[in-house]
């Protein structure tokens, strides 16, 4: 189990040693659950914003007096072998130094392209926070860490990365997948959302107002679907997907082929589940977003016995 071959590096005393880039509202959230992690310490933020990434290493109970502001890469490693936490304003120097793994969280498409493409050259293994970025030139970094013996990845959790688990587990078992996605909110004017908006909350946050509004115009939703379609080769059924009103309980029956009462013309697609219904209210009980799905089915006749059994149990639920 990955716990416990943490808790051994934790026993050994070397942890898995960390460098993070960008210190915003993703970025943080990651390491504040890093620094409550066994086998794993985060010594290196970097951010342009030097104060932010101090205040993400004193929440974590980190001392003033251990932090260090360092711009060049030996200052950085003598610092990293006393034991002492550095915060650097540039995202491509954790390539140089010696951390094992580089969590790329800026948002910023351009700028995790260039990070995640140094962090490969500099031999670590990368983990991608910026699945716009990932969209871009996730397939061509993919193959350049394979070649340099490192992994290149989505974070799990993620929602993107939820999906690629649940279709490992599927396919292992040997069902057919029918359909993945995640659920979404997109509401009737939703598509007219700007960043503006969302800059108080964006203040309040930590975070970008654009980032932001792109969970609310449905941007960001279809950016993690090309990144699993990218990963797992699923395919859309439709350009823009059918994204149909779906609680979880009508998951089953909404995403099936068409012949079969469903909205797909075929199998094995990407697709989004919206918790807004025709008439424009959104249901908040029952409904998919934030979550993932997974549509499977089997051509074994006992198997689809138990799945319409259960899927039996589901529907006496009633509808949401």
């Given amino acids: 189990m ?3 071959k943490l808790l051994q590096r934790e026993k050994e005393h070397r942890p898995i040693k960390v460098a993070v880039v960008g210190a915003g509202m993703m970025g943080l959230g990651v390491i504040n659950q890093m620094f409550r992690m066994a086998g794993m310490r985060v010594c290196l933020i970097a951010d342009r914003v030097v104060e932010k990434a101090r205040k993400a290493f004193e929440s974590n109970g980190i001392q003033p007096r251990d932090i260090q ?10 610092a990293l072998r006393k034991g002492q936490f550095v915060i650097a304003e540039d995202g491509e120097l954790p390539a140089r130094v010696d951390v094992d793994a580089v969590v790329e969280a800026t ?5 995790g392209a260039r990070i995640a493409y140094a962090s490969i050259l500099g031999k670590k293994h990368t983990i991608m926070l910026n699945v716009e970025a990932d969209v871009m030139v996730g397939p061509i970094l993919a193959s350049m860490a394979r070649s340099a013996g490192v992994v290149y990845t989505l974070a799990s959790g993620d ?4 999906i690629c688990e649940l279709y490992d587990w599927a396919r292992t078992l040997g069902l ?3 359909a993945a996605g995640r659920g979404t909110q997109l509401g009737p004017s939703a598509r007219y959302a700007t960043p503006d908006a969302f800059l108080e909350t964006a203040e309040r946050l930590g975070g970008n107002a654009q980032m932001l509004c792109s969970f609310h115009d449905g941007t960001k ?5 090309a990144a699993v ?11 823009g997907l059918h994204e149909p009103f779906a ?6 029956a909404v995403f099936r082929l068409r012949e079969m009462g469903g909205v797909l013309s075929r199998k094995g697609v990407i697709e989004l589940a919206n918790s807004f219904r025709p008439d424009g209210v959104e249901v908040r009980e029952g409904r998919v977003n934030p979550g993932v799905f997974l549509v499977v089915t089997s051509d074994h006749p006992g198997i689809q016995s138990l799945l319409k059994h259960l899927f039996r149990r589901i529907e006496k639920a009633g509808p949401c």
């Fill in 2 to 4: 990955t716990f416990q």
């Fill in 69 to 78: 502001v360092l711009n060049r890469a030996d200052a950085i490693q003598d």
């Fill in 107 to 111: 948002g910023s498409p351009d700028a």
């Fill in 159 to 162: 929602q993107p990365g939820s």
């Fill in 176 to 178: 057919e997948v029918v």
């Fill in 221 to 225: 939703s279809q950016v993690e679907m």
């Fill in 229 to 239: 379609s990218n990963a797992l080769g699923l395919v859309p059924d439709k350009r």
């Fill in 247 to 252: 609680c979880v309980e009508d998951l089953p």
